[in-house]
């Protein structure tokens, strides 16, 4: 196949997950009930485990995960996920998790896996005595990668915009984002993808392999897409997504209300 064929059959397929069917189903269901409920509870953001199903409903890749309400639960389930796990604290009161020891990476054994529960359970406790404590959420360890940042803001004049920016120190000191009003098409996708400055990074250099261009591509139509659909999302960030050579894991979500 040559590589005129090969684009066109690619982007079949990215095409082929925005189709209209895919939105009334996704309206209808769970993503609302996730949005009810915290609004009925009072929250202004989504729990985590809420902002990641939220995301995986649209098509955005994240990580296996599970709420465990007891230590033998969390081993039982980073047995079901896979070891290695990382372990996070589930509760309304806390919105910066590891600030509060409320998060613990590389769980390797059940006996890790019991430590690392109760150890949470603790460090939270002890930073924030009145936290109401709703479980821990196990989730699969995503391996280590190139980060990227997806993120949503609803701005006073245009409303939603989309953000696409590098992970860690780049965005911080670089300020190397682009940004785009969503609704975005495929090639406003590709284009904010490829306008920030690490973009040869993406690409691949020095022998290391390109990333999933394609997949990135993808969960920013996708997450244009949730915005539109859900007007009431006052802030999205996707702060961590690791890239890979194939596919992409959302690592952190999260999702502040109006
Ligand atoms: N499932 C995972 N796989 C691999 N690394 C992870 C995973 N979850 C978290 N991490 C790493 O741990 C860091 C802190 O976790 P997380 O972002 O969930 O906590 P947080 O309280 O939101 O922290 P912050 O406010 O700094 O974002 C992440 O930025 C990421 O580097
Ligand atoms: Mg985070």
Redesign the pocket.
């Known amino acids: 196949m040559d590589k005129a064929c090969e684009r066109v059959r690619k982007g079949k397929n990215l095409l082929s997950s925005l189709q209209p069917r895919n939105r009334l189903l996704t309206l209808s269901g769970k993503v609302t009930k996730i949005f009810e409920k915290a609004r009925a509870e009072g929250r202004k953001f989504l729990l985590?485990h809420e902002a990641k199903t939220v995301c995986k409903e649209y098509g955005i890749p994240i990580?296996a995960l599970k709420i465990a309400k007891t230590a033998e639960e969390a081993a039982k389930f980073s047995e079901e996920i896979g070891y290695p796990?990382?372990f996070?604290i589930v509760s309304p009161d806390?919105?910066?998790?590891?600030?509060v020891g409320?998060?613990i990476?590389n769980i390797n054994s059940r006996e890790d896996a019991k430590k690392a529960y109760n150890k949470i359970v603790e460090n939270v406790k002890k930073h924030k005595p009145n936290a109401k404590i709703n479980g821990i959420l196990v989730?699969?360890?995503?391996?280590?990668s190139t980060?990227v940042i997806v993120g949503a803001i609803k701005d006073a004049q245009f409303g939603p915009t989309l953000m696409f920016g590098f992970?860690g120190t780049f965005v911080e000191i670089m300020k190397d984002v682009s940004f785009r009003i969503a609704p975005i098409t495929e090639e406003e996708a590709r284009e904010m993808i490829s306008e920030v400055k690490a973009y040869p990074i993406l690409r691949g250099y020095r022998g290391q392999p390109p990333a999933d261009i394609d997949t990135l591509a993808k969960i920013l139509l996708n997450t244009s897409r949730l915005v539109m659909d859900h007007q009431e999302i006052k802030e999205l960030d996707l702060?961590?997504v690791?890239v890979y050579e194939k596919g992409a894991?959302t690592?952190?979500a999260?999702i502040i209300l109006e």
Request: net charge negative; aromatic share 4%.
């Open positions: 985590e990580t796990t990382v996070k806390v919105i910066h998790k590891f600030d409320g998060v990476l989730q699969e360890m995503a391996p280590c980060e992970g702060n961590p690791m894991k690592v952190d999260r």
